[in-house]
């Protein structure tokens, strides 16, 4: 199965209508997906993903859309369903990929009242009830009155993100895949070895795998555009500049190509990729960089 390859939308400081543009240029390049995060950051610009996404889906067809990832904690468990299975029923059952996280403590907490030590039981919480949710089943909420969704929809492939023991142990239990982030190929695959141990404890398949990474493009090659991004990550999110360099890819799209290629070696399946710079230039390189990967072209759909 050839490695899938998506982008993030561009959710912050742009205006709605961009959403749509931006869906659109990410089917003219043909890449397989377009994705949003979930994010409640006090004073930050940035647009809702659950609506960016539905925008993004309705002036397509055929690309595939996914969170990376979703927090329900930040929602009533209802309400996240109810809205997950809007998404699902409106985008035809078959291309929402639903990553779910339980996020960090600015994730937006405060504001919903939520305590966020509470957050990963409530993650678990909401994955327990989600099945029954989604099929329309009579669900009995905790300490509540018992609910009934409708319409049902088919669940979506769920891919559960984190990389502590207990988001291993929940991928195991609830994840169809897991959601790597900042992780080099050699990490994905360690982790994928223990994520498989621990599936087969509950009689589950090994989960697929799935990765974010965040890749700078270039014309021609650059030597320094490389460390320069490693930099720019490690600041942002905290980690050694070494961790950096092994979870980013820079260069011409041949570059990423092969940098990205190492990825499908360890057996992931889908990309999500994060373009540094302008976005409309950096789709155009990752679209490139798909085709230099799987030269197969997607099957054309109206937009």
Same mark, same amino acid.
């Given at each position: 199965m050839a490695m899938e390859i998506g982008i993030f939308l561009p959710q912050m400081e742009i205006p709605a209508v961009e959403i749509r543009e931006a869906a659109y240029h990410a089917v003219d390049v043909e890449l397989d997906s377009v994705w949003c995060g979930d994010h409640l950051a006090d004073g930050v610009p940035v647009l809702d993903g659950m609506l960016a996404l539905?925008?993004?889906?309705?002036?397509?067809?055929?690309?595939?859309? @996914?969170?990376?990832?979703?927090?329900?904690?930040?929602?009533?468990?209802?309400?996240?369903?109810?809205?997950?299975?809007?998404?699902?029923?409106?985008? #035809? @059952?078959?291309?929402?990929?639903? #990553?779910?996280?339980? /996020?960090?403590?600015?994730? #937006?907490?405060?504001?919903?009242?939520?305590?966020?030590?509470?957050?990963?039981?409530?993650?678990?919480?909401?994955?327990?009830?989600? *099945?029954?949710?989604?099929?329309?089943?009579?669900?009995?909420?905790?300490? /509540? *009155?018992?609910?009934?969704?409708?319409?049902?929809?088919?669940?979506?492939?769920?891919?559960?993100? @984190?990389?502590?023991?207990?988001?291993?142990?929940?991928?195991?239990?609830?994840?169809? @895949?897991?959601?790597?982030?900042?992780?080099?190929?050699?990490?994905?695959?360690?982790?994928?070895?223990?994520?498989?141990?621990?599936?087969?404890?509950?009689?589950?398949?090994?989960?697929?795998?799935?990765?974010?990474?965040?890749?700078?493009?270039?014309?021609?090659?650059? *030597?320094k555009l490389g460390e320069n991004l490693a930099g720019e990550v490690a600041a942002t999110y905290g980690i050694p500049v070494e961790a950096a360099r092994g979870a980013t890819c820079a260069g011409t799209p041949a570059q990423v190509a092969e940098q990205l290629a190492a990825y499908a070696e360890v057996g992931v399946e889908k990309l999500a990729v994060a373009v540094t710079g302008d976005w409309h230039h950096g789709c155009e390189f990752l679209g490139e960089t798909r085709r230099l990967l799987s030269p197969e072209p997607r099957p054309r759909c109206r937009t």
């Amino acid at each position: 199965m050839a490695m899938e390859i998506g982008i993030f939308l561009p959710q912050m400081e742009i205006p709605a209508v961009e959403i749509r543009e931006a869906a659109y240029h990410a089917v003219d390049v043909e890449l397989d997906s377009v994705w949003c995060g979930d994010h409640l950051a006090d004073g930050v610009p940035v647009l809702d993903g659950m609506l960016a996404l539905a925008t993004a889906a309705a002036v397509t067809e055929c690309i595939d859309i @996914g969170f990376a990832v979703y927090l329900p904690a930040l929602r009533t468990h209802v309400c996240a369903a109810k809205q997950i299975a809007t998404l699902q029923h409106l985008t #035809g @059952g078959d291309r929402l990929h639903l #990553g779910i996280g339980v /996020g960090d403590h600015d994730s #937006g907490w405060d504001a919903v009242g939520v305590d966020p030590a509470t957050r990963g039981a409530r993650t678990d919480e909401f994955l327990q009830l989600l *099945p029954s949710l989604l099929a329309g089943e009579p669900t009995s909420l905790p300490d /509540g *009155p018992t609910v009934h969704l409708s319409p049902p929809v088919p669940a979506p492939p769920l891919w559960i993100g @984190g990389t502590s023991p207990a988001a291993m142990r929940r991928t195991a239990r609830y994840g169809d @895949g897991w959601f790597a982030a900042l992780h080099s190929p050699e990490e994905i695959r360690a982790k994928s070895k223990r994520l498989r141990d621990l599936a087969e404890q509950h009689d589950r398949p090994a989960p697929r795998l799935a990765t974010v990474v965040q890749c700078a493009f270039a014309k021609q090659p650059d *030597p320094k555009l490389g460390e320069n991004l490693a930099g720019e990550v490690a600041a942002t999110y905290g980690i050694p500049v070494e961790a950096a360099r092994g979870a980013t890819c820079a260069g011409t799209p041949a570059q990423v190509a092969e940098q990205l290629a190492a990825y499908a070696e360890v057996g992931v399946e889908k990309l999500a990729v994060a373009v540094t710079g302008d976005w409309h230039h950096g789709c155009e390189f990752l679209g490139e960089t798909r085709r230099l990967l799987s030269p197969e072209p997607r099957p054309r759909c109206r937009t």
